[in-house]
């Protein structure tokens, strides 16, 4: 029982570092041609955001705003695509994950 204790422990401390390793990581979504390209940290908080200023146009708004939520779900896509890489590990098989 002991033994399985210090496991538990184990896993625990692993899980933590890496969650952390996980909130350190940068992803970069970009949308077409790079022209709009976002980076968030692995804990989904935004850190940069580039736009080129060929799609600036005030006539159309709604391209711009349709290249923002493309790179914003690429970057989220691939912290998702990470997280189940590096956690799911962790949590297989427990109930709620």
């Given at each position: 029982?002991?033994?399985?204790?210090?496991q538990?422990?184990?896993?625990q401390?692993?899980?933590?570092?890496?969650?952390?390793?996980?909130n350190?990581k940068?992803?970069?979504g970009a949308a077409?041609?790079?022209?709009?390209?976002?980076?968030?940290?692995?804990?989904?908080?935004?850190?940069?955001?580039?736009?080129?200023?060929?799609?600036?146009?005030?006539?159309d708004?709604?391209?711009?705003?349709d290249l923002?939520?493309?790179?914003v779900?690429d970057?989220?896509?691939?912290?998702?695509?990470?997280?189940?890489?590096?956690?799911?590990?962790y949590t297989?098989?427990?109930?709620?994950f």
């Amino acid at each position: 029982m002991q033994g399985m204790m210090k496991q538990m422990q184990k896993m625990q401390k692993d899980m933590v570092k890496a969650q952390e390793a996980l909130n350190e990581k940068q992803f970069t979504g970009a949308a077409t041609n790079d022209l709009v390209t976002v980076t968030f940290t692995g804990d989904r908080k935004m850190v940069d955001m580039s736009i080129q200023e060929a799609v600036v146009d005030p006539d159309d708004v709604e391209m711009l705003q349709d290249l923002v939520m493309l790179a914003v779900n690429d970057a989220l896509a691939q912290i998702e695509k990470e997280t189940e890489a590096t956690m799911g590990k962790y949590t297989k098989g427990l109930p709620g994950f």
